[in-house]
């Protein structure tokens, strides 16, 4: 199952990369891997983080409440604005709508039990929404405040490499090298999901998230009417690549147009190609228009990008036949 973002011209002149985690989506995000038992990378600090909330129950109690092991939680929990510091995160959720404590419980509700307190919240009931606040604080404060240096330097290295794939390859490069991607086509991003979705960004661009505490797949709100935001696992930092080119394909090509060849075999764009060669946007398009002129790969407009893809004649080059054969 995948998620779609689908692009406008505009939208990818709105890209922007987030300076830092945002600290309600790492409390949000955190509370998965306190119950994920194959915690991976995060298996000393759960560990850890189940000693610290030992004292915390209530507020253990009432976060694991509203955000349960699988599925969708309140969009509110994570308000809307990015934030780089928790109080300014809990100041945000303090001030939540009862509109939208509404419609974000019944979607997070839909086929769960109700608890009494959760339908005070749908009220508006200031006191519950106090007890949610102070739930993130306490748990912020309990598991992520200790190891916060630790967590923002991972964060920030990550965000120093995508910055470097931006400057070098454009942003559909950047879009390319996030965790689970399964293309990205100059128009529509498609990465992994629990659920099959689209999400149409009609102009409002996105804003991309590290976390630390995300884990495999992105994610991003609920509700398609809230700013774009794609979270994305921030330890997961990896150029997009392709199979090894075969060293005959660089005898006859050279190595920097057998490379292009090669990863063409995946769709992308112009700057994508740039990101994953490490060239410039210019020496892309000029491997690009060799390989087009001598029939190896197509190149479509799409929007704002021109898309490059293999030929069969291109595709027989990378796996060593002769087209005639329908390989």
Known sequence: MTLRIVFERDDLQRVRLAEAADPMWEVVLSLHRLRDRAAGAHGPWRHRARRALRNHAESVATLFTLVPQRGGFPDFLTPARTVAEVGAGCEALACARRTQLRADLAATFAHRAVPRWVRGLADGDGGELRRVVSAVRTVYDAVVTPHEQTFRA???ADRAARTRTLATGGVGALLASLPAVRGWDGETLTVDYPAPRTLRLAGRGLTLVPSHFCAGSP??????E????LVYPASAFRAPVSAPVPAGLVTLLGRTRAESLSALAVAR????LAG???TSVGTASRQAAVLRDAGLITSTRRGGAVVHQVTRLGAALLGGTHPADGS
Do not use: Q
């Open 154 to 156: 991972a964060v920030a």
């Open 226 to 229: 809230l700013p774009p935001v």
């Open 269 to 272: 764009t112009t700057s994508a």
């Open 219 to 224: 994610v991003t709100l609920v509700d398609p």
């Open 276 to 278: 994953h060669l490490g």
